[in-house]
């Protein structure tokens, strides 16, 4: 059933006028939205009014509010249709990719987590990849990434297998995520994906990596990544307070 403009509730209406603006390209990707006054006064709405629908413009990820500049439209804002598997720095980077810096890279046995998650025997070999993404000079998430077992992927996905390794022999001349090699190495490979959400504290170890007291709120994401039946990648996604907005897209 369609829902006529008149039905909409008010904030609703000006949020789609703004939207559309950005769309048809009057407030392009990457440009500085006018002063709360002056777009109030084109709109010809009230501050308040504006400052309602800016804010749901933030959370829907078609705007940034960056300190001493204002807000911005971001330079990819979303758009309606097939949500595709995206690394974890460019779905909370609002636009602009997070910085990937990476804190450890090497081989561990299974844990719970990933021998839940995974399918990891008791003695197999997982990479372990420990990031740090941060924005703005500031620490904005942690990231630990596992994948399946060598001989697993070197089954089941090759180019996955091999761009890990090149991606570890190259570690000094800049880090990306584990997600972002994978989705780079399967241009021609099918992955779906499911991830939770948890909400949690952030503890001493992971506050003293974020530079946030142990008792920061946080939101946890876990996701696993498969090529068909078979997971291939784990991770978790440690998300304090003040982190950009993580988009969630539901569907059935």
Avoid at 57 to 66: A, I, N, P, S
Avoid at 242 to 250: D, E, T
């Amino acid at each position: 059933m369609a829902v006529s403009g008149q039905r909409r509730r008010p904030v609703v209406a000006l949020y789609e006028r703004i939207a559309d603006a950005v769309h048809d390209g009057t407030y392009p990707p990457g440009s500085t939205l006018p002063s709360e006054p002056k777009l109030a006064a084109e709109l010809g709405v009230s501050r308040p009014a504006l400052r309602e629908a800016l804010l749901l413009l933030q959370e829907d990820g078609l705007v940034t509010v960056r300190r001493g500049v204002g807000r911005t439209v971001n330079d990819r804002p979303p758009r309606r249709g097939f949500e595709h598997v995206r690394p974890i720095e460019e779905l909370i980077g609002a636009g602009t990719p997070l910085r990937v810096r990476a804190l450890l890279r090497t081989v561990e046995e299974p844990t719970d987590f990933t021998t839940q998650h995974l399918l990891a025997p008791a003695r197999a070999e997982l990479r372990f990849w420990e990031s740090l993404l941060t924005g703005e000079g500031t620490a904005a998430a942690l990231s630990h990434e596992w994948a399946a077992a060598d001989e697993l992927l070197d089954r089941v996905h090759p180019e996955f297998a091999r761009a890990l390794r090149a991606a570890e022999a190259r570690a000094g001349q800049g880090a990306a995520s584990m997600l972002s090699v994978l989705l780079g190495a399967s241009r021609e490979t099918a992955l779906t994906a499911h991830s939770g959400i948890t909400a949690t504290l952030l503890g001493r170890r992971r506050g003293d990596q974020l530079g946030r007291p142990a008792d920061t709120p946080a939101v946890l994401v876990t996701q696993v990544v498969r090529v068909g039946e078979t997971p291939v990648l784990a991770a978790k996604h440690m998300l304090p307070t003040g982190a950009p907005a993580l988009p969630v897209l539901q569907s059935h």
